[in-house]
T-cell receptor
Framework: EAGVTQFPSHSVIEKGQTVTLRCDPI?????LYWYRRVMGKEIKFLLH????????ESGMPNNRFLAERTGGTYSTLKVQPAELEDSGVYFC????????????FGPGTRLTVL | GENVEQHPSTLSVQEGDSAVIKCTYS??????FPWYKQELGKRPQLIID?????GEKKDQRIAVTLNKTAKHFSLHITETQPEDSAVYFC????????FGAGTTVTVRA
C-alpha cells in the first residue's frame, strides 16, 4: 500500500507570509495526526482528525494555525501569518483506528521562515 | 499531559556492541509505547512497540522492556551494525503520541 505523503517537502517563506502544507494519509485510515519537530527538540503533537472531525487540537500553538480535512481524506495545515518560531519539520501520520493502532508517518515538510 | 524523557541524547557504539536507550513517562494512563527510527532525510519508521500488558518484546536484534510500576521503558539493540545509525524516538500514548527528544545513535565501524 502507498504510504503517507506530504507536500511540499521543503518550503522557505518570509515572516508574515502564508504557507499551506498538505498530507495524504494511507487510504482507508480514518485517523490523521499532525506533529511538529522544532530543531533538536522532541516531535510534538499538534492535532488529531477522525475522518473530517477534529478530535483533539490541544497541541495547536495559536490561532495562526488552521487545519482542515474536508471530506475526511487529505488534510491541509495553513500557517497565516508565519512567524520565525514556526520553522521546523511538520509531520503527518495516519492510522486505521485510533487509540494504540500503529501510526505511519509521512516524510515531513521542512518549513523555514526567514 | 504526558511527559516523556529520553536518555542519552547521543550514543556512540562500536560495531557489534549493544546500545541501550532509556525513556521515562509520567502519565500512568499511557498504555502503548512505540519506538521510531529516523534515518537522515527519511520519515520516522516504527521499529518495535510494546503494550502495557507485556513486560518485554523482542524482534531479532531489537528488544524493548517496560516497567509500568517505575514508568520507564528501554530499547536494546544487540550486535549493532552501521545501518543502525539513526535518530531513535521513544513515545508513550493512550492515543496521541508524546515523544522523547530523540537519541542520535552512531555505530562506528
Amino acid at each position: 500500500e502507498a504510504g503517507v505523503t506530504q507536500f511540499p517537502s521543503h518550503s522557505v517563506i518570509e515572516k508574515g507570509q502564508t504557507v499551506t502544507l498538505r498530507c495524504d494519509p494511507i487510504s482507508g485510515h480514518d485517523n490523521l495526526y499532525w506533529y511538529r519537530r522544532v530543531m533538536g527538540k522532541e516531535i510534538k503533537f499538534l492535532l488529531h482528525f477522525v475522518k473530517e472531525s477534529k478530535q483533539d487540537e490541544s497541541g495547536m500553538p495559536n490561532n495562526r494555525f488552521l487545519a482542515e480535512r474536508t471530506g475526511g481524506t487529505y488534510s491541509t495545515l495553513k500557517v497565516q501569518p508565519a512567524e520565525l518560531e514556526d520553522s521546523g519539520v511538520y509531520f503527518c501520520a495516519s492510522s486505521r483506528s485510533g487509540s494504540t493502532d500503529t501510526q505511519y508517518f509521512g516524510p515531513g515538510t521542512r518549513l523555514t521562515v526567514l | 499531559g504526558e511527559n516523556v524523557e529520553q536518555h542519552p541524547s547521543t550514543l556512540s557504539v562500536q560495531e557489534g556492541d549493544s546500545a541501550v536507550i532509556k525513556c521515562t513517562y509520567s502519565d500512568s494512563a499511557s498504555n502503548y509505547f512505540p519506538w521510531y527510527k529516523q534515518e537522515l532525510g527519511k520519515r520516522p519508521q516504527l521499529i518495535i512497540d510494546i503494550r502495557s500488558n507485556v513486560g518485554e518484546k523482542k524482534d531479532q536484534r531489537i528488544a524493548v522492556t517496560l516497567n509500568k510500576t517505575a514508568k520507564h521503558f528501554s530499547l536494546h539493540i544487540t550486535e549493532t551494525q552501521p545501518e543502525d545509525s539513526a535518530v531513535y524516538f521513544c513515545a508513550a500514548t493512550d492515543y496521541k503520541l508524546s515523544f522523547g527528544a530523540g537519541t542520535t545513535v552512531t555505530v562506528r565501524a
